[in-house]
Nanobody, 123 residues
Framework: QLQLVESGGGLVQAGGSLRLSCAAS????????MGWFRQDPGKEREFVAA????????FYADSVKGRFTISRDNAKNTVYLQMNSLNSEDTAVYYC????????????????WGQGTQVTVSS
């Protein structure tokens, strides 16, 4: 099992930026595709971004494309989500997740999840 711990969430004004980090342990991090999802209370978990195990394949949800950047540092066992031009619709709990093999935009295909970090954007 891959243990995941997110950090970097918080309260930010609209138009501002945040950088989320997710530290992984327990397995060989470089064997895992990594993803970021987000969830509002009462809503389904929503795909945000994913990155392949070597970082060569990256995919974003249309709602964050051009504003968010996913990256990973396999030497540090960490995946990042740089979030710029934040707006109120980005308010959610953000979850880091990983899966062996290819990346996916479907949460049910991911095996391991972090506890989440709250991002709140004030207008």
């Amino acid at each position: 099992q891959l243990q995941l711990v997110e950090s970097g969430g918080g309260l930010v004004q609209a138009g501002g930026s945040l950088r989320l980090s997710c530290a992984a342990s327990g397995r060989t991090f470089s064997n895992y595709a990594m993803g970021w999802f987000r969830q509002d209370p009462g809503k389904e978990r929503e795909f945000v971004a994913a990155i392949s195990w070597v970082g060569s394949v990256i995919f974003y949800a249309d709602s964050v494309k051009g504003r968010f950047t996913i990256s990973r540092d396999n030497a540090k066992n960490t995946v990042y989500l740089q979030m710029n031009s934040l707006n109120s619709e980005d308010t959610a709990v953000y979850y880091c997740t990983g899966k062996a093999g290819a990346w996916s935009r479907w949460p049910r295909q991911y095996d391991d999840w972090g506890q989440g970090t709250q991002v709140t954007v004030s207008s």
